[in-house]
């Protein structure tokens, strides 16, 4: 019973290991995947808004095209005064960031202006 109860707690502690290695950063979005070169502004009203982990993001609707916008971590934005309520949906926005180079309809945030403040975000 002893060396069935060992074995058991080796191979879930080993599972365990495996499952709170960290991921690969290129799991995640590469800065890479936005072009730099061709910079934009964009104003238009909140759709959607996450003020979660790894970054914020917004999805906001302009000339009838809805943007997935790429933001910053949640606690860069706090300590930078975005607040959840400045980019509440139905709020209006003012994003300037690097749209997709795969042609998406996406695109990451250098600054935003909510509320009437402006808030760098990289």
Do not use: C
Not at 32 to 52: F, I, L, R
Not at 102 to 116: F, P
């Amino acid at each position: 019973m002893r060396l069935a109860f060992s074995t058991t707690l080796a191979a879930t502690a080993a599972l365990g290991t495996v499952f709170a290695a960290p991921t690969p950063a290129a799991a995640h979005h590469g800065w890479s995947n936005y072009d730099s070169d061709k910079a934009m502004t964009v104003t238009a009203p909140v759709v959607e808004s996450d003020y979660g982990h790894p970054h914020g993001s917004l999805t906001i609707e302009s000339d009838g095209a809805r943007w997935l916008v790429i933001l910053a971590p949640p606690s860069r934005m706090t300590n930078r005064g975005l607040t959840p309520d400045a980019i509440a949906p139905g709020e209006t926005v003012t994003v300037e960031g690097y749209p997709a180079r795969n042609g998406d309809k996406e695109m990451r945030a250098e600054r935003i202006t909510a509320g009437g403040k402006t808030v760098e975000l990289r």
